[in-house]
């Protein structure tokens, strides 16, 4: 069983960083493409970052592409977002997800396990 539990989120000014992590306790994490969502109040939740099982492929958004990187580090099981040059539209909870397909990884209905979700909260 893949469980997943985030962390690193809080709040930062403009044009700051933060890292968020999700770390995943089941024992078959490098069987998963990975991915990080988030939902803003008043909107749908959006993909923002995915990877495949080994790390050597990885996907962005136009708006996330160049300020964010996200990566694994599959020996501690863990799941990382790199975020900088943070902006107020940054603003949401994010969410760390698990793929048993490891396709269409753009889209929510690709992931089987989720995380309970970390604020992130970007001030101006």
């Known amino acids: 069983q893949v469980q997943l539990v985030e962390s690193g989120g809080g709040l930062v000014q403009a044009g700051g960083s933060l890292r968020l992590s999700c770390q995943n306790s089941g024992r078959t994490f490098s069987n998963y493409a990975m991915g990080w969502f988030r939902q803003a109040p008043g909107k749908e939740r959006e993909f923002v970052a995915g990877?495949?099982?080994?790390?050597?492929?990885?996907y962005y958004t136009e708006s996330t592409k160049g300020r964010f990187t996200i990566s694994r580090d599959n020996a501690k099981n863990t799941l990382y977002l790199q975020m900088s040059s943070l902006k107020p539209e940054d603003t949401a909870v994010y969410y760390c997800a698990a793929s048993a397909s490891g396709s269409y990884l753009r889209a929510s209905t690709a992931y089987n396990y989720w995380g309970q979700g970390t604020q992130v909260t970007v001030s101006s």
């Open positions: 990877i495949n099982w080994s790390g050597g492929a990885t």
